[in-house]
């Protein structure tokens, strides 16, 4: 393709994306393809020959479109947002035509220095402490689970004085298995990066919760002085803001002082809700946070950055380096003892520009607006959740802190298991027509719809629509 070619074809894509992102609604939100139904569609096998990519972007309409679930859909209420913008879309082209790989400053300067400083940008806007304060330094990561996986590996490496990655399993010598604790609700990607990081799944430390779900220190305490009698070695503590289930919030300043009293690695995942903290009104969610060692927060989450976009922020970046470096003669430079290689602040080798959109964002956007959309969010969620209080054939399961609600129906004289069945099928009656998509989480057994309120599109009338489609489809009857 040359490039006058690809100037056309660039235009029309730009073209169908502002389409897309203005008129997303004109699609069912999610897809309603079948298993197989795309794959077959398919030709077993590459072309030999170079296509028209006239044709190609026709295929793309035709075969690959119906089976897109449309994350950026006003009414996508399903799982967690993952909010794009168009000028996150513009940075992540820039970023793609550049096809940097910022896997040393000398690879790309620019990409190190302006990844450094859009963490830092970043930080500052959530109120972390930075670098001069004692505080933290970011590093962008793919996702909340490598950034969790590599503050596995530091908890680790820091019990054991780097024995581990010296010697492997052996290096733990005589200590008892190193345990990493973390509530109930915690993400599964931290009992994956327990298994991968080789704790293992066994020395995973459920926590109770409070009345809200969110981790109780008393028991923290209680269980870590347990492991620690009987011969167990206390490693790491991960504590959740914002959990994925119900966005219960881990007390960060009553767990932090029980970590440091223990000697343990405090890891924060805070996924979505870190970028609530940019409100001055929910900073509160990481009050303690400067007894953490490292936090992680998803800008593809709430943020209007396209995925993949997660900041990782880390108060001793020399151990991190030193957790993760490789350091062979083709990969060393002149300018290594004066610069970051974010090669050693990861998981991976090479490395993406994710910066240039995130700096997009917070350039075009600004903070004022960025919290106001924020704001409108964490509002529909609470106006949504006072609509199901105020309905008695409904229920709240949890509390609304952010953008998140819990909630089910309740009709007279259902047992909790008939609620369960009925709440699932109401919940697949609705996705499956097609105007809105949620999904649910299990609260203590208890099935529980889940409208996670957060799209760069989503307004009010959005939120409305979903209210009406839930109670007029809990109104209809039901073929069973
Ligand atoms: C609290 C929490 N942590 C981690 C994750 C995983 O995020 P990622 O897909 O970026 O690994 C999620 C996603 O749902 C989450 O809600």
Known sequence: MDAQEFRRHGHDVVDWIADYLENSERYPVMSPRRPGETAALLPPHAPEQGEDMADILADFQRDILPGVTHWNHPRFFAYFPANNSAPSVLGEMLSAGLGVNAMLWQTSPAATELEQSVMSWLGELIGLPGPEAGGFHGVIQDTASTATLCALVCARERSTAFAINAAGPEGLAGAGPLRLYCSREAHSSVIKGAKIAGFGA??????????????????????????????LTPCCVVATVGTTGSTAIDPLDRIGPIARKHGLWLHVDAALAGSAAILPEKRWILNGIEHADSLVFNPHKWLFTNFDCSAYYVKDPAHLEQAMTINPDYLQTDFDPDVANFRDWGIPLGRRFRALKLWFVLRSYGARKLREMIAAHIELAAEFSRWVQADDQWELLAPVPLNTVCFRLRRNGWSEAECNVRNKELMDRVNAAGRIFLT?????????????IGQTQTRREHVVEAWEVLRSTASAPTSG
């Open 440 to 452: 649910h989480t299990t609260l203590e057994g208890r099935f529980a719809l889940r409208m996670a």
């Open 202 to 231: 066994a020395h995973v430390v459920l926590v109770d919760g409070d009345e809200s779900r969110a981790m109780d220190p008393g028991d923290l305490d209680r269980r870590i002085r347990a492991d620690v009698a009987e011969g």
